[in-house]
């Protein structure tokens, strides 16, 4: 079901066009407001790190709550998990090729292909447990 956006997005997009993570232990990457291109570098077979995508929208109540905790989380000094916020309202075409029908949604991704992914708001403890989950 998750399989064929992620496959479309990582195909979609010359290879040189296309950002490659390292593949040695380096800080996380909490990059903002993502948009295509960030999403593709992050969905490429090669990326060995768990990312998390986190589609939000500004008038999103729970969002508001839920991205401050995933930041807070996942340490800038991750060597195992990135985070990726996207704005629905922005990237309608990404939403809709994710099938998010309710914000927040966050899903997990490593090596282009889904882990997990919840909906709704999660408090620190939650999350944590989330990410335990998703790295066994």
């Not at 077979?45 to 930041?71: M, Q, S």
């Not at 991750?78 to 994710?98: G, K, M, N, P, Y």
Request: charged share 20%; glycine share 2%.
């Amino acid at each position: 079901m998750l399989r064929t956006p992620l496959a479309r997005l990582a195909r979609s997009a010359p290879s040189s066009t296309l950002r490659a993570f390292s593949s040695t232990p380096s800080a996380s990457k909490h990059i903002l407001n993502a948009g295509p291109d960030e999403l593709r570098a992050a969905l490429l077979p090669e990326n060995e790190r768990l990312t998390l995508i986190d589609f939000y929208a500004e008038w999103c109540g729970p969002c508001k709550v839920l991205t401050p905790a995933l930041k807070s989380v996942i340490p800038d000094d991750s060597t195992t998990v990135d985070l990726l916020t996207i704005d629905t309202d922005a990237q309608q075409e990404l939403a809709a090729a994710f099938k998010v029908a309710a914000l927040p949604t966050v899903l997990a991704v490593r090596a282009g292909k889904p882990v997990s992914k919840f909906v709704g708001a999660r408090s620190p403890a939650q999350i944590k447990a989330f990410l335990e989950e998703c790295q066994a």
